[in-house]
């Protein structure tokens, strides 16, 4: 599995998926007021955490689009979606969502405000995953120091930060430094993409932060 960053909550993640052909996800893409580049490629599949409601798929992009709660099985890849009932509202709705491909468990908390509002039914589901991606440049989205607990209570293998700051972006949020302060880590250094396989997680005794950069 290859991991890659384009900011925010974008990353591409391609994998093998059925009949050992690759399959790419794409997150989140990313849009032109953002200030960054959004990625230019064809997914296999489209994930969002955050849609307009009611919610109307992209017709720029002609791959599966998974914009909300469900269970899914696509190109040997496991998705499951659970809606935030907390952080939506009539004009937005927002999903959490735990991808299993390559017997690698992700989970992505997407646009998480609140560590109360992910709803322990929700918790329990992301309790043995391998790579967590949550937010990690504080306001609007959950602060760091409830990120952390959060990650402390979950204990996965490698914790892969997002919705920090990084150059071109137009709004505000932290440098990731300070998120990795609060977890009272040594020095990252940011890595192009990351390559995983399962048998690499085994060999993780302590939970890792692997920050990406654009």
Do not use: W
């Not at 955050?50 to 998974?66: G, H, K």
């Not at 390559?195 to 060999?203: A, F, G, N, P, V």
């Amino acid at each position: 599995m290859i991991i890659s960053f384009y900011g925010e909550n974008c990353f591409k993640i391609s994998a093998r998926g059925g009949q050992n052909e690759t399959t790419i996800i794409l997150t989140d893409p990313l849009s032109n007021q953002s200030g960054l580049t959004p990625a230019r490629l064809k997914p296999d599949i489209l994930i969002k955490t955050l849609t307009a409601f009611p919610v109307v798929e992209s017709p720029d992009c002609q791959c599966r689009q998974i914009l909300g709660p469900g269970e899914y099985n696509l190109k040997n890849t496991d998705i499951r979606g659970f809606n935030l009932n907390k952080e939506s509202t009539e004009k937005f709705l927002k999903t959490v969502y735990l991808i299993k491909i390559e017997d690698i468990k992700l989970g992505f908390l997407g646009h998480l405000s609140e560590l109360n509002n992910l709803e322990p039914e929700i918790l329990e589901y992301f309790e043995e995953i391998d790579l967590l991606f949550i937010p990690a440049g504080g306001s609007p989205f959950i602060d760091q120091k409830s990120a952390i607990k959060l990650i402390k209570q979950l204990e996965p293998k490698i914790v892969i930060p997002t919705l920090f700051k990084i150059p071109g972006l137009k709004r505000k949020t932290d440098d990731v430094k300070k998120f990795i302060e609060e977890f009272n880590c040594q020095k990252t250094t940011p890595q192009e993409k990351l390559t995983i396989k399962k048998k690499d997680l085994e060999e993780i005794k302590k939970t890792e932060i692997i920050v990406l950069r654009p």
